[in-house]
């Protein structure tokens, strides 16, 4: 899928599907988009600071914000403030709901807001956009992870992940994917470039995983590539592989082309990724 050149994003909508935003994060955000993109608006949905147990407010709270959020016609983009666990409660529900504005927009987070990316790539709404979010504020160097995404929205291609080429590409978490694959919500990803990134996973974990997704998807896409995998947890004895060598190994046994590794992750090195094939920014 090609996408037509997006003109510069203004007015940017930011909610959070999964868990909630602190106000200091929000407010961060504001203050360095100001310095650096004044030309941007950026609203927080009130419901990003809201908390029902693990959750930023209720289902029904959550997507409403996200509806309103995307149909809004004076908004051009929104931005998930945040993942953690808890968009694919929402997905189904917030593609079926998007109006005219809601499908024509920009909408960007990664982690467990790969859900709904998935989601709205399966039903050829919006444009998908793996990409940093607000929340990424407060990890070291996360500035820089902000910035990266402000630009994007602003219209500058610059920090779009180097590999991206002539197929179209997805770039989800995971642990994440591995929850879409059979799914209702997992978009059909024949001949596409698939780039993955993991988190806080045992090896053996991401092993598993790996099985799991290569399993669904020998056969179909175009290769993978892998992202940063951060933060493994020590086990009570050594794996014997590492992400890269787990990678390799069940790409070869699945049959599915191992292309290298991506910049994308829970880091501040993570790189934009729109879904499908995008067209340079349009001139402001």
Same mark, same amino acid.
Request: aromatic letters at 6%.
């Given at each position: 899928m090609t996408r037509a050149p997006r003109r510069p994003c203004r007015r940017i909508a930011v909610c959070a599907p999964a868990t909630p935003l602190r106000h200091d994060q929000a407010a961060a955000t504001m203050a360095l988009a100001a310095e650096h993109y004044p030309g941007i608006e950026l609203a927080f949905h009130s419901q990003c600071f809201e908390s029902a147990g693990h959750f930023a407010g209720p289902d029904a709270r959550r997507l409403a914000a996200f509806l309103e959020c995307a149909n809004d016609p004076a908004f051009d983009a929104v931005w998930f403030a945040k993942g953690g666990y808890g968009s694919n409660r929402i997905a189904a529900a917030a593609v079926a709901g998007l109006d005219e504005a809601g499908r024509a927009k920009p909408y960007m987070g990664?982690?467990?807001? %790969? #859900?709904?990316?998935?989601?709205?790539?399966?039903? %050829?709404?919006?444009? $998908?956009?793996?990409? $940093?979010? $607000? #929340?990424?504020?407060?990890? $070291?160097?996360?500035?820089?992870?902000?910035?990266?995404?402000? %630009?994007?929205?602003? %219209?500058d291609d610059g920090g779009l992940e180097p590999a991206l080429g002539t197929r179209p590409a997805v770039a989800f978490n995971l642990y994440t994917l591995a929850m879409l694959v059979g799914t209702s919500l997992m978009p059909d990803l024949a001949g596409h470039e698939v780039l993955v990134e993991e988190i806080g996973e045992y090896d053996y974990a991401v092993d598993r995983l790996f099985f799991h997704v290569t399993e669904h998807l020998k056969g179909v896409i175009a290769g993978i590539r892998l992202g940063d995998v951060g933060q493994v947890p020590a086990n009570d004895r050594p794996f014997g592989a590492g992400a890269e060598d787990i990678a390799r190994d069940w790409c070869a046994r699945s049959g599915i082309p191992y292309l290298g590794r991506a910049l994308i992750g829970h880091y501040p090195a993570n790189r934009i990724v729109p879904f499908g094939l995008e067209a340079p920014a349009a001139p402001a």
């Open positions: 990664y982690s467990d807001c %790969g #859900t709904l990316l998935a989601a709205l790539y399966r039903a %050829g709404a919006g444009r $998908p956009v793996h990409g $940093p979010m $607000p #929340t990424d504020i407060s990890r $070291p160097g996360g500035d820089e992870a902000v910035l990266r995404a402000l %630009g994007w929205l602003a %219209g």
